[in-house]
Nanobody
Framework: VQLQASGGGLVQAGGSLRLSCAASGRTFSSYDMGWFRQAPGKERELVAAVSWNGGSTYYTDSVKGRFTISRDNAKNTVDLQMNSLKPEDTAVYYC??????????????????WGQGTLVTVSS
């Protein structure tokens, strides 16, 4: 699976962005998908994730109620809608894919494929 992330940019606090991750390959629907982010000087963290069939989702506490992850297995895409953005959301965002048998969504080492990252900058 090859992943291509897009949609990052510069936005003012309170604004919105929609990130998209396009996957190649016929097995996209077999993978759980996650959006990670890494800010300068900080650890990479899982922001949101969705199970292979869309039945389960995860959000880190700091984005609950503001971000929404969705996937379209027919189009091989997973999106992250980000609303009410804050300066602390500034980071490089990566999409990643893991096999469902790896239960721990939070551990980046469980993800087999990664996109190239897209920069989100939120100005105050």
């Amino acid at each position: 699976v090859q992943l291509q992330a897009s949609g990052g940019g510069l936005v003012q606090a309170g604004g919105s962005l929609r990130l998209s991750c396009a996957a190649s390959g016929r097995t996209f629907s077999s993978y759980d998908m996650g959006w990670f982010r890494q800010a300068p000087g900080k650890e990479r963290e899982l922001v949101a994730a969705v199970s292979w069939n869309g039945g389960s989702t995860y959000y880190t506490d700091s984005v609950k109620g503001r971000f929404t992850i969705s996937r379209d297995n027919a189009k091989n895409t997973v999106d992250l809608q980000m609303n009410s953005l804050k300066p602390e959301d500034t980071a490089v965002y990566y999409c990643a894919a893991k096999r469902p048998r790896a239960i721990n969504w939070l551990n980046g080492k469980n993800y087999d494929y990664w996109g190239q990252g897209t920069l989100v900058t939120v100005s105050s």
